[in-house]
């Protein structure tokens, strides 16, 4: 997205959720600001939607959906979707926005090994300057593989935090005790 952006000049690229878009459109809708949204897709030259499989289709909000992605097709520009599922399993979805899934590119991104988890994991923690040694590194990256990977800088920074409070309170600041308090 970013790159994209750049390339765009800044300008003109929409960036959002499934759930996100589908509730602003539906806002729109029954606000009657129809208008609105064909304003702000006529200005962008692309979208990337993540989370597509979240969208929430009603019949009120339905045809501005579709509308909106076929804009964006029929100018041949940028749209980008990410999903948990593949284009074969969002048939209701295409069916209820007009469009087919299979005719873009589709890109299945696969679990990385536990080698580069953990690689990931430590270069994180670099570059947040969490400090956590090889054991605690190893620690967080096996309660990881459990939880999911998806918010880890998120989590990092937290148990940074965390770690600079309990530390400077006196308390225990072990990385299981961290993680006993955040999970």
Sequence with gaps: AAATAKGLGGSGLIVTSGSRLSRAVSAAAARGEAAA???KISDSKAIFVDDIHLMAVTDQNKDLL???FKS?????LQVVMTSLYPP??????E???KFSFSKGWSVDLKIPSPNVQKDLVISVCDRLAAQLNGDEISALHEKLAQWGYQDLAL???RLAALRRMREAAGQSATLMDLLMLTY
């Design 37 to 39: 949204i064909d304003k």
């Design 66 to 68: 579709a509308r909106l």
């Design 72 to 76: 964006f097709f029929d100018r041949n």
């Design 88 to 93: 074969r399993a969002l048939g209701a979805l």
């Design 95 to 97: 069916e209820a926005l």
């Design 155 to 157: 989590w990092v920074r």
